[in-house]
Nanobody
């Protein structure tokens, strides 16, 4: 069982930056692929980024490529999402998710554990 807790959301102006954190419980954090997803009001959940267990491989949605960076610190059992050059369309609830090993995946159905989400609002 893995428990995930996100933090770092908030209100930021267009062009600003935020760093989200996802703290995980358990002793096998490095065995899990970590993903970030977001859901805007009235829209379906959307893949943002994923990172492999060692941190050596990453995968991004086209909409955030070049602006967002996913990373992890296995010693701290924490994954991060650094978000730069934020746009109003990035406004959403951001959730982290974990899947045991395997490929980096953009399909939320492949992930086994989810955090409660953190709100990000980008004002224009």
């Amino acid at each position: 069982q893995v428990q995930l807790v996100e933090s770092g959301g908030g209100l930021v102006q267009t062009g600003g930056s935020l760093r989200l954190s996802c703290a995980a419980s358990g002793r096998t954090f490095s065995s899990y692929v970590m993903g970030w997803f977001r859901q805007a009001p009235g829209k379906e959940r959307e893949f943002v980024a994923a990172i492999g267990g060692s941190g050596g491989s990453t995968y991004y949605a086209d909409s955030v490529k070049g602006r967002f960076t996913i990373s992890r610190d296995n010693a701290k059992n924490t994954a991060y999402l650094q978000m730069n050059s934020l746009k109003p369309e990035d406004t959403a609830v951001y959730s982290c998710a974990a899947k045991f090993r395997g490929y980096l995946n953009s399909d939320p159905r492949r992930y086994d554990y989810w955090g409660q989400g953190t709100h990000v609002t980008v004002s224009s």
